[in-house]
């Protein structure tokens, strides 16, 4: 079951925590892999919606950042969906070149070791 919203619902959906944040999970259009894990305000939620850059609101310099302004390595929106609650966004994207800093492709590259 998929609802399809409106940008406006889309938006008015979401519920962004006391600091004005709300968590979005970034995801491979083509695999289905998780790329990586950041913020969004409704000011980058609406910038991103609005051009299809995916644009994230950095915690540690307070400030917006477009995903591959510095490293050219970008996402584009391909299909956004809100969870249940409204606190949680997913992202589903394509990404152009590695999407961690460290230039792998997932942030989620490390894993427990077997017991």
Do not use: N
């Not at 990586?36 to 939620?45: D, I, K, P, S």
């Amino acid at each position: 079951m998929t609802d399809h919203l409106t940008h406006a619902a889309f938006v008015s959906t979401v519920k962004f925590d006391a600091s004005g944040l709300v968590p979005v999970i970034a995801q491979s259009k083509d695999t289905g892999q998780v790329l990586m894990f950041a913020w969004m305000t409704r000011e980058t939620l609406e910038m991103t919606l609005t051009t299809g850059r995916v644009t994230y609101w950095s915690r540690s310099r307070q400030s917006v950042w477009a995903k591959g302004e510095t490293s050219g390595h970008s996402q584009h929106l391909v299909e956004a969906y809100v969870d249940c609650d409204g606190d949680v966004l997913l992202l589903k994207v394509d990404q152009m070149g590695p999407a961690c800093h460290t230039g792998a492709p997932s942030c989620f590259f490390r894993k427990l070791a077997e017991a």
